[in-house]
Structure formats: C-alpha cells, structure tokens
C-alpha cells in the first residue's frame, strides 16, 4: 500500500467511524443553560431582598457565571453561598472574587452541569438563564427543595408555573427588569 493509499484509508476510517462516537462526547458535555450575561449588580441587591435572605440561608446559584449572587449573600447578609457552573474559567473567575470580597470562607464554587446539581441544602435558589431551561430545571427543583425555600429568577419565569410575588422595577441604568419568585411548597412540578 503506497503512503497516499494509507492517509486516504487512515482518513476513510475516521469520517466513518465520527458518527460512532460523537454520541458519546455530546452526551458528556454540560448543555449550556443561557449565554453568559453578568446580573447587574442593583438586579442582584433586589432579588436577594425579594428573597429575603438573611444569615441563616444557603443561597445557590445555577449558572453562577462570576460568583456575584453568592459573594453578594456572603457579604451583605453573612449566608452561605453555593454557586454551579460549567465553565471552569467562571469558576476561577468567581474563586477569585470570592477571595477579593473576603468571604471565600461562606461561599463553594463548583464545576457541574447545573441539571445536575443536588441543591436539596438550599434555602434559596437564584437564577438568570432561560425560560426553556427554568422550565427544565422546575421538576428537579421542586423534587429537591424543601418547603419554605426560594426560587428567584431574573428576567424569566418557570412556565405555567405562578410566581408568588413579582418585582417590577428600573434599573440603575433606566432598564425595565422583572424578578420572579416562587416558595416551594412540596408539591413536584413537571
């Protein structure tokens, strides 16, 4: 077999076998949530007020981006911060913070797929990513958070799912922003 003859098999081979295994790889890979858009830092102070978060509260927040939401917690109201994203840069990135703002001591950052994330230690949960991945998160955050615990979500609802109070207000830049929350209630919404 001449040279040309291997690299155009050796070539063959690999685009017949690709479809084999990217299955494997795609199914591997965290699926993104929302694109990546920092929560402005007035939006942050209001959804942990309409939480109502204090010092005996574990804050989680999926698709923690910069760590903003938990540092915020830690700080302001001495909670306990966990914050899930995929991207290890944002990880770094919110470790880092974290140590900037002193509160690296009351705040966990970790790497995960945030469909993944066990957050049955929440008492609050925040988020700002999509409605179709609310939606998606709803049953397992129902089926994980106990009642009493907060949902509060920027921008974006759970579907059908009626919010408990909503917050409408400007922001420091003159945007329109919307909050939502929810109180789990121990009832499993599909």
């Given at each position: 077999?001449?040279?040309?003859?291997?690299a155009?098999t050796?070539?063959?081979?690999?685009v017949?076998t690709a479809?084999?295994?990217?299955p494997?790889?795609?199914?591997?890979?965290?699926?993104?949530?929302?694109?990546?858009v920092?929560?402005?830092q007035?939006?942050?102070?209001?959804?942990?007020?309409?939480?109502g978060?204090?010092?005996d509260?574990v804050?989680?927040?999926?698709?923690c981006?910069?760590g903003?939401?938990?540092?915020?917690?830690?700080?302001?109201?001495?909670a306990?911060?966990?914050?899930?994203?995929?991207?290890?840069?944002?990880?770094?990135?919110?470790n880092?913070?974290?140590?900037?703002?002193?509160?690296?001591?009351?705040?966990t950052?970790?790497?995960?797929?945030?469909?993944?994330?066990?957050?049955?230690?929440?008492?609050?949960?925040?988020l700002?990513l999509?409605?179709?991945?609310?939606?998606k998160?709803?049953p397992?955050l129902?089926?994980?958070?106990?009642?009493g615990?907060?949902?509060?979500?920027h921008?974006?609802?759970?579907?059908?799912?009626?919010?408990?109070?909503?917050?409408?207000f400007?922001d420091?830049?003159?945007?329109?922003?919307t909050?939502y929350?929810?109180?789990?209630?121990?009832?499993v919404?599909?």
């Open positions: 077999m001449t040279t040309q003859s291997a155009v050796t070539l063959l081979a690999l017949l479809p084999l295994a990217s494997t790889v795609v199914a591997q890979r965290p699926t993104s949530l929302a694109p990546y920092p929560t402005p007035d939006v942050v102070d209001r959804m942990l007020e309409l939480a978060v204090t010092k509260d804050v989680y927040d999926l698709g981006g910069d903003r939401i938990v540092i915020t917690a830690a700080r302001r109201f001495g306990r911060g966990v914050g899930i994203d995929f991207d290890p840069e944002r990880i770094a990135e919110a880092a913070n974290a140590k900037r703002a002193g509160v690296q001591d009351l705040v950052f970790i790497e995960q797929d945030a469909m993944l994330a066990d957050v049955s230690d929440a008492t609050v949960v925040t700002y999509l409605p179709s991945s609310n939606v998160l709803r397992i129902t089926r994980q958070l106990r009642p615990a907060r949902i509060v979500s921008a974006f609802r759970m579907g059908d799912w009626e919010p408990d109070e909503t917050d409408r400007e420091e830049r003159g945007n329109s922003r909050i929350l929810w109180r789990a209630d121990g009832t919404r599909p």
